[in-house]
């Protein structure tokens, strides 16, 4: 009887998936505190607070690539040998692309992580949700972070909001290597919205929980649009479903407040509905 190992790739995707624990919780969500809590103001705007965030920021794109990659490798391609015992060792083929690196950016941030907590030790004793206000006031305020985010290829419509955030892509496939990614990580569901520009928006709203998801959207002539300005039209709708769940469209009822919530949403004439699941894209 054969036993069979992967080579490379369990090393691989235990680097993504400490890698999403970490960053996820640093770049993506959009938690607030409420408009009177005061931020320090040596902190928010310090240098080692910016380097921290960038460095978050570049690995979770890394971990959105390599997930595109792993989608890519056609397994009955990859060689195969045999060592002693009859045991088959596959030999899974480590990403090509140096911008990956996902090993070295993670060292690189855990890096940043001491340096920032070294000058700022008070910053251990705050709450997740003030630590995530930081992140996201840091991105909101700093020329500099926002220049590397853009240089990364993050786009953002608004100023990080106490609601929603919103995260753009020039293709699916990048849609794709996102969403892969994010199922790993502390999840819930995200919305996914494709634009007359011929852009991706991926949402992430504070409602959101692991079975049902909400966005914020504005209405004209019987169009949704992302943007109140509605140069931003909502062509296609879709929203992501846990690996763990089915492609299936679903109803759910909050078992604390009752209320249901369904994937039939009754959306405006000609925009197509879908669902994200796991690896594919599930029209309805």
């Known amino acids: 009887?054969?036993?069979l190992f992967y080579k490379n790739r369990t090393r691989w995707i235990f680097?993504?998936?400490?890698?999403?624990?970490?960053?996820?919780?640093?770049?993506?969500?959009?938690?607030?505190?409420?408009?009177?809590?005061?931020?320090?103001e040596s902190i928010l705007n310090s240098r080692e607070l910016?380097?921290?965030?960038?460095?978050?920021?570049?690995?979770?794109k890394s971990m959105a690539r390599y997930a595109d990659f792993l989608n890519k490798i056609d397994f009955s391609t990859l060689q195969t040998t045999y060592e002693p015992g009859w045991i088959k060792i596959v030999h899974?083929?480590?990403?090509t692309d140096d911008i990956i690196k996902i090993e070295v950016k993670l060292q690189i941030l855990n890096e940043k992580k001491v340096s920032f907590q070294e000058k700022f030790p008070q910053f251990s004793t705050f709450s997740q949700d003030v630590g995530i206000n930081y992140f996201n006031k840091c991105i909101e305020s700093s020329i500099t972070v926002k220049g590397k985010l853009l240089e990364m290829g993050y786009y953002f419509s608004r100023p990080l909001l106490k609601t929603q955030t919103e995260i753009f892509f020039t293709s699916m496939q990048e849609v794709h290597g996102h969403l892969y990614a994010w199922q790993w990580g502390n999840y819930v569901e995200l919305t996914v919205l494709g634009l007359n520009n011929g852009t991706w928006a991926v949402v992430w709203n504070s409602a959101n929980t692991p079975f049902y998801n909400l966005f914020d959207y504005f209405?004209?002539?019987d169009n949704w649009y992302l943007d109140n300005e509605c140069t931003l039209k909502i062509i296609s709708y879709g929203h992501t479903h846990h690996w763990t769940s089915t492609s299936n469209p679903t109803?759910?009822?909050?078992?604390?407040?009752?209320?249901?919530y369904s994937d039939y949403v009754n959306v405006p004439s000609g925009v197509d509905r879908f669902i994200w699941y796991y690896s594919g894209w599930y029209y309805y």
């Open 1 to 3: 009887m054969e036993t």
């Open 15 to 40: 680097y993504i998936t400490c890698a999403a624990v970490i960053s996820l919780g640093i770049f993506i969500q959009g938690c607030s505190l409420e408009e009177d809590e005061q931020l320090d």
């Open 50 to 60: 910016q380097e921290y965030v960038v460095a978050g920021a570049d690995l979770y």
């Open 92 to 95: 899974f083929p480590p990403p």
């Open 219 to 221: 209405e004209k002539n």
């Open 251 to 260: 109803v759910y009822t909050d078992p604390f407040t009752g209320k249901v």
